[in-house]
Nanobody, 125 residues
């Protein structure tokens, strides 16, 4: 089970940190991703961190979003800086059991085995 926390309403330019807690297992042998879905849009991947420490970000968030994993492998964080209104979406944490590294092809919804319920992030202008 994955449980997200840390969402909310912020202003453009602000920062926010999301957390993803793994219950019942550790994440250090998984690729852990964050996805987001805005109203009327497809779910898109915004970050991936592997148990090996590798990371991947799409161009839309590169340089603004940073994923980290704590040493016990129980928590994954997504630090989001310089937020813009287009970042407004429901954010989901997900884990891929078949990979412990991240590359562009790992960051896709089909490969994820576990999902959190999601939380709302709203960025006002």
């Amino acid at each position: 089970q994955l449980v997200e926390s840390g969402g909310g309403l912020v202003q453009s330019g602000d920062s926010l940190r999301l957390s993803c807690l793994a219950s019942g297992f550790t994440l250090d042998y998984y690729a852990v991703a964050w996805f987001r879905q805005a109203p009327g849009k497809e779910r898109e991947g915004v970050s991936c961190i592997g148990g090996d420490g590798s990371t991947y970000y799409p161009d839309s968030v590169k340089g603004r979003f940073t994923a980290t994993m704590d040493k016990p492998g129980r928590m994954v964080y997504l630090q989001m800086d310089r937020l813009i209104p287009n970042d407004t979406a429901v954010y989901y944490c997900a884990a891929d059991a078949d990979h412990d590294y991240c590359l562009d092809y790992v960051l896709n919804t089909i490969g994820m085995d576990y999902w959190g319920k999601g939380l709302q992030v709203t960025v006002s202008s």
